[in-house]
C-alpha cells in the first residue's frame, strides 16, 4: 500500500503521486517515510528528497521547508524544490559564478543581501552536485 505524496515549492507542485518510500533532508537528519508512518512535523534542510516507487528512485532537490507526515500521506512544503532531471546545470554553474563573484568583492554590509548571496550559492551548489550524483538514476516524473 503505497502513501501520497506532494512536493509543493513556492511557484509549483514539483511532484505528486504515490510512493512505497520517501526519503527526506530533516533538520535532525535523514528520515526515512513509509506508509503507515506515525504523525510528523519537522524542518527540511537543504538536501536532496527520494521517491521510491515500484523499483524506481526519483530525485528532487529541496532548499529548506517543512514535511508534515500522516500515515496515509507525506506533504512536503518546500522553500524552493526542483526535479533534478530538470535541471539546467548551464544555468545554475553561472548562478554559482555569479554568487561567488559577488562575495569575492567582499562582504555587503547589507544583512539582507550578504544572506541572499548566501543562500544562491549554496542552492546553486545543491543543484549541481544532485545533477552530478543523479544523473545515471534522473528520471522526469512530476
Given at each position: 500500500m503505497p502513501i501520497r505524496?506532494?512536493?509543493?515549492?513556492?511557484?509549483?507542485?514539483?511532484y505528486q503521486g504515490d510512493?512505497?518510500?520517501?526519503?527526506?533532508?530533516?533538520?535532525?537528519g535523514v528520515m526515512g517515510i513509509?506508509?503507515?508512518?506515525?504523525?510528523?512535523?519537522?524542518?527540511?534542510?537543504y538536501g536532496i528528497i527520494t521517491v521510491r516507487l515500484k523499483g524506481e528512485e526519483y530525485y528532487f532537490t529541496v532548499a529548506g521547508g517543512f514535511v508534515e507526515v500522516q500515515p496515509d500521506q507525506v506533504t512536503?512544503?518546500?522553500?524552493?524544490?526542483?526535479?533534478v532531471a530538470e535541471?539546467?546545470?548551464a544555468r545554475a554553474e553561472a548562478a554559482?559564478?555569479?554568487?561567488?563573484?559577488?562575495?569575492?568583492?567582499?562582504?555587503?554590509?547589507d544583512q539582507d543581501r550578504?544572506?541572499?548571496?548566501?543562500?544562491?550559492?549554496?542552492?546553486s551548489t545543491l543543484r549541481i552536485d544532485?545533477?552530478?550524483r543523479y544523473q545515471q538514476g534522473r528520471r522526469s516524473r512530476g
Open positions: 505524496t506532494e512536493i509543493v515549492s513556492q511557484d509549483r507542485i514539483v510512493a512505497d518510500m520517501v526519503v527526506l533532508p530533516g533538520i535532525d513509509l506508509p503507515n508512518h506515525s504523525p510528523v512535523l519537522t524542518a527540511l534542510q512536503v512544503l518546500a522553500d524552493a524544490a526542483e526535479n535541471i539546467d546545470v554559482k559564478t555569479r554568487a561567488e563573484e559577488m562575495l569575492k568583492e567582499g562582504i555587503p554590509s550578504y544572506l541572499m548571496i548566501q543562500a544562491a550559492l549554496r542552492r544532485a545533477v552530478r
